[in-house]
Nanobody
Framework: VQLQASGGGLTQSGGSLRLSCKAS????????IAWVRQAPGKEREGISC????????HYADSVKGRFTISRDRARNTVYLQMNSLEPEDTAVYYC?????????????????????WGQGTQVTVSS
């Protein structure tokens, strides 16, 4: 099981970036994929998740209305389109999956139980 996150970079406040999470060793159709970020000095925050069964999408309040998660079955890849970026979005972004969990974004610390993580991609938003 491998996850490879990419697409990070530097942008200005109000800009957009699209992150990609390429999965291998399993199908994104059958397991949930989450995007998680960690800013300097802060704990990891699960910000978005796409469910495996019905493809329903979930967002933390901090990104709702600005970020969109989606998946491409043919490419076995999950994306995170990030619009209206703010300096507070600066962080390392990771994608993660777990074969026994669901997108439980309303529960504090839900993401810490997940087993498989990509390497992270840096997103920096300047003011």
């Amino acid at each position: 099981v491998q996850l490879q996150a990419s697409g990070g970079g530097l942008t200005q406040s109000g800009g957009s970036l699209r992150l990609s999470c390429k999965a291998s060793g399993f199908s994104v159709d059958y397991y949930p994929i989450a995007w998680v970020r960690q800013a300097p000095g802060k704990e990891r925050e699960g910000i978005s998740c796409i469910s495996s069964n019905d493809g329903s999408t979930h967002y933390a309040d901090s990104v709702k209305g600005r970020f969109t998660i989606s998946r491409d079955r043919a490419r076995n890849t999950v994306y995170l389109q990030m619009n209206s970026l703010e300096p507070e979005d600066t962080a390392v972004y990771y994608c993660a999956t777990d074969f026994e969990s669901a997108c439980d974004i309303e529960t504090t610390g839900w993401i810490y139980r997940w087993d498989y993580w990509g390497q992270g991609t840096q997103v920096t938003v300047s003011s």
